[in-house]
């Protein structure tokens, strides 16, 4: 998974800060193989943020966990729409896919 997102001047730091605990974090989690941060501080910041897993089925239950609803926060922190990419078996994805694995954890509607 990729994410990259652009943030006010003032927010980069905090944000990046914000992002370095909850790797600590999900460096723990079980299938987590790395994660990593790199934030470009020029006029307009860039935030780059890569988490690589063991399998679908790790991610899907990290996207699943309180960790990625953080990291959801701080996207929401974004000047613009967040560039998310989920590298599947199947091929890429988008943020839709986070949305239908989320989504999955919801009782149905009746």
Same mark, same amino acid.
């Given at each position: 998974?990729?994410?990259?997102?652009?943030?006010?001047?003032? &927010?980069?730091?905090?944000? %990046?800060? %914000?992002?370095?605990?909850?790797?600590?974090?999900?460096?723990?989690?079980?299938?987590?193989?790395?994660?990593?941060?790199?934030?470009?501080? %020029?006029? *307009?910041?860039?935030? !780059?943020?890569?988490?690589?897993? %063991?399998?679908? @089925? &790790? @991610?899907?239950?990290?996207?699943?966990?309180?960790? #990625?609803?953080? @990291?959801?926060?701080?996207?929401?922190?974004?000047?613009?729409?967040? !560039?998310?990419? #989920?590298? @599947?078996?199947?091929?890429?994805?988008?943020? !839709?896919?986070?949305?239908?694995?989320? *989504?999955?954890?919801?009782?149905?509607?009746?």
């Amino acid at each position: 998974m990729t994410v990259s997102w652009k943030v006010k001047a003032g &927010e980069a730091g905090s944000i %990046a800060t %914000a992002l370095q605990t909850l790797m600590n974090r999900i460096h723990n989690e079980r299938g987590c193989e790395t994660c990593s941060v790199a934030t470009e501080l %020029a006029a *307009q910041p860039r935030i !780059d943020y890569v988490e690589e897993w %063991a399998s679908e @089925l &790790e @991610l899907q239950r990290h996207i699943r966990s309180d960790q #990625f609803a953080s @990291l959801a926060e701080l996207m929401e922190h974004s000047i613009e729409r967040p !560039d998310v990419t #989920f590298y @599947l078996p199947s091929g890429t994805r988008g943020l !839709d896919y986070a949305e239908e694995v989320r *989504q999955s954890l919801k009782p149905p509607r009746r």
